[in-house]
């Protein structure tokens, strides 16, 4: 039996996020040795030079070569914007914390993309989501431990998860007009180049097996970012984004097997508020999930 179209966007959506968290382990693994920036250079490089070519490839066997064609260029420069201060404040903030500390954090975007899409794309958000996303807040705020003090490098991480949430509103928005590869490819260029501007001035020689280890982390992205364009496309955001959740699982099993990290009491708590929450919202917006999904999924291009 062949799956549906949102069923297979919620699985590649899956897949994505655990490329995602095989990329973090090998960004937080070589930042004790180098400079975020330098890693960045080396991870998204590579990821834009896989994405190119495989871009190439597919336009070369394509009849109408329209895989490399931007509709919106505004939209690529928009999200590369997000995506480059986004992901460079993460990246600073990952090496001070554990996995499962940050993707607690990380949580926090679905509630912040729902505030900027009412903002960015003019979707009023129903009544019954406010209070979900003051229990996420909560929840965070949990995670964080305040009464132990203010960590800033939690601060930052959520500062990137807001500009993060910022890039994710305008994927929303690329999925109708542009194709996953160009979104892929444009954000991997948009983040590299962002990090080259910086690593001369904070450059140290790499270990062979250490930018190996880069290259790797840069393969990890590119297939993470080409099935998480696939799955906005394959599947509405409903169905899309709950797979994000699957993070907490792989960046504690990450964390205690790669860095010996035992999630803490605080994280514990505050991240099964924060999934509990969410799977009330999943809940309630899906209560016609075949309904909704073939509405939205007939939608969107598949193609």
């Not at 903030?93 to 009412?118: D, N, R």
């Not at 993060?164 to 007009?177: C, W």
């Not at 799977?279 to 969107?300: F, H, M, Q, W």
Request: glycine share 10%; with cysteine.
């Amino acid at each position: 039996m062949t799956p549906s179209a949102p069923i297979t966007g919620m699985l590649l959506s899956a897949a994505a996020f655990l490329f995602f968290t095989a990329f973090d382990v090998v960004s937080k693994f070589l930042a004790g040795r180098y400079s975020v920036f330098q890693i960045m250079s080396v991870e998204f490089v590579t990821a834009g030079a896989l994405m190119t070519g495989y871009a190439l490839w597919k336009d070369w066997n394509s009849p109408d070569r329209t895989t490399l064609r931007m509709s919106k260029p505004y939209l690529h420069l928009m999200r590369g914007g997000f995506q480059i201060f986004g992901q460079s404040l993460a990246y600073l903030a990952i090496p001070h914390l554990s996995l499962a500390e940050f993707y607690v954090i990380v949580f926090c975007m679905p509630a912040v993309t729902v505030l900027k899409a009412g903002w960015f794309l003019k979707e009023r958000a129903a009544a019954h989501i406010w209070p979900v996303l003051a229990v996420n807040f909560i929840g965070v705020l949990i995670a964080m431990r305040p009464d132990q003090g203010l960590n800033l490098w939690a601060l930052a991480a959520f500062a990137g998860v807001v500009l993060l949430a910022g890039g994710l509103v305008v994927l929303r928005r690329m999925s109708h007009s542009e194709t996953a590869e160009m979104t892929g490819i444009t954000t991997a260029i948009s983040l590299a180049l962002g990090a080259l501007v910086v690593t001369p001035f904070v450059y140290k020689p790499m270990e062979p097996s250490d930018f190996a280890l880069a290259m790797l982390g840069g393969a990890f992205f590119a297939p993470a970012q080409m099935l998480l364009v696939a799955a906005f496309r394959m599947a509405p955001v409903a169905l899309a984004s709950p797979p994000q959740f699957l993070q907490l699982a792989y960046g504690a099993a990450a964390g205690y097997l790669v860095f010996g990290e035992v999630p803490g009491l605080a994280v514990c708590i505050g991240g099964g508020i924060v999934i509990a929450a969410n799977g009330v919202l999943i809940y309630v917006e899906n209560k016609g999930p075949r309904s909704l999904a073939r509405k939205e999924g007939e939608s969107l291009p598949t193609g």
